[in-house]
């Protein structure tokens, strides 16, 4: 193992990884040296066990997203493992407001897709062993427990075994999520709302085929989406459930058997989705807005869950993360052909530019329809079941709605083309 690397990822989960991943083929064309330190076992490709960052979660992934794979070349191994999301009903409960979109009105196979963060890991590692060989160090178990500056890039220290190790990198990429000790550590400030809700979500049987339609319900209490899965092994169908719940009453939920929690969600819920016979086991996650103040500084960037955490009501925290690390990608590969250093502010303030506006869209909406959509005052109501059936009959602020759901919207970084935008 080496102690000197070009870029040294903290965190191999699902933004690390694809972080890495989406470097390999620039690694390998100019020589450089890539680690990943994670402080969990990686499961190997073939394995059953949970990693954290690759736990029971679904993950719903935009069009754009399954096309940035594509240029990764993860796609592939992923694609029979994702349900497609064919339609999305979205519906304000107790109020007339709904939208709905329909893939086949924008030209796509379809609007996104559902699928189990374990299968994405899965993926990405896969990846990372056919094709990291020679370019990319995976060291692992060790957590990296401090994070200084050099003249040029920074030196972690890193436990392994109970043994302290040094690493030096050029460039240091924290992607090591949302409860970043190293981000206190650095004094990078973050600004953090919470939004008083969990998020509990289980994977649930419906009794029909649930036809790739997602659903988005709006409740007084906070808003809920049911994604369509892969069926299981014996071709039943699964749907994986995100229902925000009131901090106030998320140990109540926690407590109530089967045949109570499926009652209390057809009340909520209702039966448009079928009725639900069967629900698997819950977890629950506490939902809070998180920006960090600083992305870049000198021979850092911080990336992923890291650098923000979301609502998750519209499935945007893995998309905008995705697109970051794919930003950064061809930022760095840019950074070579001029023969810049990589952890030069001159390149990764262009990173940090070329990815503001996608994340001032992607945060700030996430954030406005959770507050607007999560309570019951009578302009948030009105406003928000006009904004409804607006988009309904309007079609240029359902395409604007839809390209934006699907990560159309945005410009696609171009990591592999060896050019960069200039
Ligand atoms: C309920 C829920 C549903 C969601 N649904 C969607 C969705 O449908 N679509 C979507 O786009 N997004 C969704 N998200 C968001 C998505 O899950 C996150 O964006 C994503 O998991 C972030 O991954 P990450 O790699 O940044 O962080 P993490 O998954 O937290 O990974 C961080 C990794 O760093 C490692 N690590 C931490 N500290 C250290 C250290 N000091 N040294 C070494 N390693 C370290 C950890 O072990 C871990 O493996 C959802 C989130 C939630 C909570």
Known sequence: MNSQYDIAIIGGGMVGASLAVSLLPAARKHGLKLAVIEAFVMPEPSSKELQPSYDARSTALSYGTR???????????????????????????????????????????????????????????????????????????????????????????????????????????????????????????YRQQDYGQFAVIANLTPDRPHDHVAYERFTAEGPMALLP?????????????????????????????????IDRLHQQFGYRAGAFVAVGERHCYPLKLTRVQEQVRQGLVVLGNAAHTLHPIAGQGFNLALRGALTLSEVLLQALADKQPLGSMQALGRFQSQLSWDQEKTIGFSDQVTKLFSNNNSASVVARNIGLVTMDLLPPAKQWFALSAMGLDVPEPQFFSGGGRG
């Not at 890991?121 to 957590?143: F, N, R, S, T, Y």
């Not at 071709?235 to 459930?241: D, H, I, K, M």
């Open 229 to 261: 899965l892969t069926d299981d092994g014996d071709g039943q169908a699964r749907c994986a459930l995100v229902w925000s719940v009131p901090e106030t009453d998320i140990d109540e939920v926690l407590a109530w058997n089967d045949e109570q929690f």
């Open 67 to 189: 096309k940035l794979l594509e240029q990764m070349g993860v796609w592939s191994s992923l694609a029979g493992q994702v349900s497609a999301i064919g339609r999305i009903k979205v519906s304000d409960r107790g109020h007339f407001g709904a939208t709905r979109l329909d893939a086949r009105d924008y030209a796509v196979p379809a609007l996104g897709y559902v699928v189990e963060n374990r299968s994405l890991g899965q993926a990405l590692l896969e990846k990372l062993h056919q094709d990291g060989e020679g370019v990319v160090d995976m060291i692992c178990p060790a957590e990296v427990t401090e994070a200084k500056p050099l003249g040029k890039g920074m030196c972690l220290q890193a436990e392994v075994d109970g043994e302290q190790i040094e690493i030096e990198a050029g460039l240091v990429v924290m992607a090591d999520g949302g409860r970043s000790t190293l981000r206190e550590g650095l004094g990078i400030d």
